[in-house]
């Protein structure tokens, strides 16, 4: 069983294996600094009419892609945490409607990915389950549809807005390896919610950068480690802006640490227009499960420290002048 | 770990974003210029009176909005040129159609007629509320 530690980490008993990973993604991710890492890409439509199927569409081929890259038989696999941007999970919903198989949706906004790591390796941890997935989507279109404009509307984007990423990715945890060397969650650090009054949707990665820089602050005094103990500590989804901001709080507390952020190596601003970065629950997903996983896998990297960030908020409380929460969950993956 | 509201704020503001209000401007009047110009064109060789010329660029000008809207160009002419492309008339159809187009697949009714002015509604609701209201205190005074 996982032992509680400090104020708000968890280290677990049991290893849990990261067996696979697999991300499909849209035509802008794959044209970006990280394209050779992503498995698959697809237009952003998936050959689907709308952009909710689409999405949809993007979270059963990913679904399937893990099962048949990870070669085992759906049955194993004891439950699904998986999520989405858009309202009551309905990406997620349509697309694994048809597996059969125990299904938790979450909302975490971009923090879904890590949120689900957690719940299902503490799960594993736990001897609930021996095997669980972990699946999260965005869709740029339609998440622009439910949070912003319509695609076609002759607008501009603010300096610090994000690009919602177009993909899907997943992965598959395990309390077995079957004789494979796979990375294991070794100790996770569930996040609380942080709400600073930054009310601009357009800036997103200022509501989540006090969140991010929290959980770090929590993981690393809760296990007594320093920051150099990581090879990695890469946020979701602060994007540009967002990460200034955490390392500038960071560094008030003492703690000096070159973060790295999967909104802002998934894309290239210059030539992209992508402004502050990329966003959306997939951000992270795909950037760990293609760019992260591989790294470890060639023993570039052996110690990550994942921290998925989230802005929950809905166009509702915006317009009504709610202040947008920011939430960071992180999860620490290591090479044994 | 601590972080003040206030201090936090301001760092917000120092590292947030600014837009090159310079550049921009250039941008929209350029492109906003160019629009007006070819309705101006447009308005200049009809060889109608002037009141129905006027009408007649008026329809021509949302008809092309609308078409440029539909061939997926003006939502990338927007991107350049911001308020060059939305305050002309061409902008006001495109805020009518972008809509429409997206919301198609709710159907006809509540996708495309209930969402249709979801852009344009708050200026027309607003636009006709302040033209009775200035056409109200303009008879009272030249009464």
Known sequence: MAQKVGNQTFVLDRKVYWREGVCIVGPKEKEGPLGKYFDQKEDEDFGEDTWEKAEARFVSATYAKLLAKSKINENMVDCIFAGDLLNQCIATGNGLKKTGRPYFGLYGACSTMAESLILASLLIDGGGANNAVCLTSSNFASAEKQFRFPMELGNQRAPDAQWTVTGAGACLLSSDNMGENCPVIVSVTPGKMVDYEVKDVNNMGAAMAPAAAFTIQAHLSDLNFSPDYYDMIVTGDLGITGKKLCREILKKNGLDIDLKDCGEMIFDPETQGTCAGGSGCACSAVVLNGYILRKLRENALNKVLFVATGALMSPISTKQGESIIGIAHAVSIQNM | ?143
Do not use: W
């Open chain 2, 1 to 143: 770990m601590n972080l003040e509201q206030k201090e936090y704020s301001k760092l917000v503001e120092k590292h947030s974003g600014k837009s090159n209000v310079f550049v921009n401007c250039l941008r929209a009047f350029l492109v906003g210029g160019i629009i007006c110009v070819i309705a101006q064109i447009y308005n200049d060789i009809l060889p109608f009176s002037e009141e129905v010329s006027k009408v007649h660029t008026t329809v021509f000008m949302v008809f092309f909005g609308a078409l440029f809207t539909a061939l997926n160009v003006y939502d990338n002419i927007g991107k350049f040129a911001g308020a060059g492309s939305i305050v002309p008339i061409t902008g006001f159809a495109n805020s009518i159609v972008s809509p429409a187009m997206e919301f198609r697949s709710e159907g006809r009714i509540m996708g495309v007629g209930a969402q249709m002015f979801v852009v344009a509604g708050p200026v027309l609701v607003y636009g006709i509320s302040s033209t009775v209201v200035v056409g109200l205190i303009y008879f009272l005074l030249t009464r």
